[in-house]
């Protein structure tokens, strides 16, 4: 059973880099399936897709976020990273990671969530 | 790449059916039938119920329909039940490897 953990802190303040671990089990991180990434949700909003990475390396970005986002992967530890650099208090969300299945072309398996609070 | 646009909220008694549209533009919804539906209860992550517009994952009950047309692709949920009240989002690809979602729709079984 596939499964996938974000890790991080809970609380960055602002101007300062937001940083995520996405921890995958279960399954390898280095499919030739698979994209794994990331998707955010401020509280009482819609959901906003950040970006993907292949196990390779080769990352995609929201263009709305591409300035300021590095997502990046681990394959000896099944994992990938999200850096989310100057961030603001519009930065405040649920952070989740998920997988996007190829064949599919949709996000198949979601980690719970983390709440990154950006607060001084 | 602008949010997918989508009703609020929509609403419907236990048995009847209701339909949840979803607008694009030609360089994601009308160019790609990828549309992909999310289910969101409330403090849980998304749950995938529709993929590439039509198809259902392995244990999505059959009371979950997708279609498009042109720019709008829909979510159609037949024999409504207690248990399908949530938050529903769509998501279209929308070329070169990038996403882009609706603003979601809350469903309330009256």
């Not at chain 1, 300035?67 to 992967?73: D, E, K, L, W």
């Not at chain 2, 938050?87 to 490897?97: I, L, N, W």
Request: with cysteine.
């Amino acid at each position: 059973q596939l499964q996938l953990q974000e890790s991080g802190p809970g609380l960055v303040k602002p101007s300062e880099t937001l940083s995520l671990t996405c921890t995958v089990s279960g399954g390898s991180i280095s499919s030739s399936s698979y994209y794994w990434g990331w998707i955010r949700q401020p509280p009482g909003k819609g959901l906003e897709w950040i970006g993907v990475i292949y196990y390779s390396g080769g990352t995609y970005y929201n263009p709305s976020l591409k300035s300021r986002v590095t997502i990046s992967v681990d394959t000896s530890k099944n994992q990938f990273s999200l850096k989310l650099s100057s961030v603001t208090a519009a930065d405040t969300a649920v952070y989740y990671c998920a997988r996007d299945d190829t064949t599919m072309v949709s996000f198949d398996h979601w980690g719970q969530g983390t709440l990154v609070t950006v607060s001084s | 790449q602008s949010a997918l646009t989508q009703p609020a909220s929509v609403s419907g008694s236990p048995g009847q059916s209701i339909t949840i549209s979803c607008t694009g533009t030609s360089s994601d919804v009308g160019n790609y039938n990828l549309v992909s539906w999310y289910q969101q209860h409330p403090g849980k992550a998304p749950k995938l119920m529709i993929y590439e517009g039509s198809k259902r994952p392995s244990g999505v009950s059959n009371r979950f329909s997708g279609s498009k047309s042109g720019n709008t692709a829909s979510l159609t949920v037949s024999g409504l039940q207690a248990e399908d009240e949530a938050d529903y989002y769509c998501c279209s690809y929308a070329g070169s490897t990038t996403w882009v979602f609706g603003g979601g729709t809350k469903l309330t079984v009256l």
